[in-house]
């Protein structure tokens, strides 16, 4: 079994490792929840402000059940 999704420091949160970020099909920096309902993306801008006190400041995604993941 290979790894696809690496845990993060923050509670129920997975980077995407060797899966592409269902927001801008790229692999590694975004974070996508545990119940796949939402992603920080470092790639795509959003209303919603996720994290600005990092060198990569990431945007949060509601996701569409058509892209609901789960981990």
């Known amino acids: 079994m290979s790894i696809q999704m690496l845990r993060t420091r923050i509670p129920g949160g ?5 899966v592409s970020c269902p927001i801008y099909d ?3 920096g975004c974070i996508q929840y545990k119940d796949g309902d939402r992603v920080a993306c470092i790639r795509v801008e959003s209303d919603t402000l996720f994290n600005q006190n990092s ?9 569409n059940k058509d892209k609901l993941r789960k981990i």
Not at 14 to 18: A, L, Q, T, V
Not at 55 to 63: A, D, N, R, T, V
Request: charged share 10%.
């Open 14 to 18: 997975y980077e995407f490792y060797r």
């Open 26 to 28: 790229s692999v590694g």
């Open 55 to 63: 060198s990569l400041p990431s945007y949060l995604h509601f996701l």
